[in-house]
């Protein structure tokens, strides 16, 4: 069973950084593209961050680029949204997404708030 | 950056009814067009992906179509179940973008 399970979200003022984390199991973790994508309260889907599966190349939106790095670790099975500079609008709930976002994690809180 | 238009944003059906969802888009997104469901405090859930493949453990009354800008998802027989919030994504072209979504309401 594919199981994707987002942590490291939390309170955190503006202009502070935080690294979210997603560890995969029931796939070949090294066989997919995975992204992240978020969600404001109460409002739509925003794709932040993908990237290869051997991590060699990633993509962003002007939103996000410049502040936030995705990253994985192949070997332990783990995604990363390294976020920097944050704002009020990144506050969201962040999803890890497989491939062409086929399967998703149940998300992780994000509020950004002094 | 390619626009998706999703319509209507608020639906509204009874129990049997066949449904649509339409999605455009501002250019051609070759068929890489994907269908989530959404209910409250879950993650969205693939129905469809690719326009008409219908996601593994998905029931048959949901069906997708389209080509070129643009796309409809279809519930042919709506149940109790299928009520929450529909988006389309498209994912051709970098920035990969999500409709606004549709709220579906049982009558």
């Known amino acids: 069973e594919v199981q994707l399970v987002e942590t490291g979200g939390g309170l955190v003022q503006p202009g502070r950084s935080l690294k979210l984390s997603c560890v995969a199991s029931?796939?070949?973790?090294?066989?997919?593209?995975m992204s992240w994508t978020r969600q404001a309260p109460g409002k739509g889907l925003e794709w932040v961050a993908s990237i290869t599966n051997s991590g060699g190349s990633t993509y962003y939106p002007d939103s996000v680029k410049g502040r936030f790095t995705i990253s994985r670790d192949n070997a332990q099975n783990t995604l990363y949204l390294q976020m920097n500079s944050l704002r009020s609008e990144d506050t969201a709930t962040y999803y890890c997404t497989r491939g062409t976002s086929d399967f998703w994690g149940p998300g992780t809180m994000v509020t950004v708030s002094s | 950056d390619i626009q998706m238009t999703q319509s209507p944003s608020l639906l509204s059906a009874s129990v049997g009814d066949r449904v649509t969802i339409n999605c455009k888009a501002s250019q051609n997104i070759n068929k890489y067009l994907n269908w989530y469901q959404q209910k409250l405090g879950e993650a969205p859930k693939l129905l469809i992906y690719n326009t008409n493949n219908l996601q593994t453990g998905i029931p048959s009354r949901f069906s997708g179509s389209g080509s070129g800008t643009d796309y409809t998802l279809t519930i042919s027989s709506l149940q109790p179940e299928d009520f929450g919030t529909y988006f389309c994504?498209?994912?051709?072209?970098?920035?990969?973008?999500f409709g606004s979504g549709t709220k579906l309401e049982i009558k």
């Open positions: 994504f498209q994912h051709n072209s970098w920035p990969l973008t």
């Open positions: 029931g796939f070949t973790f090294n066989n997919y593209w």
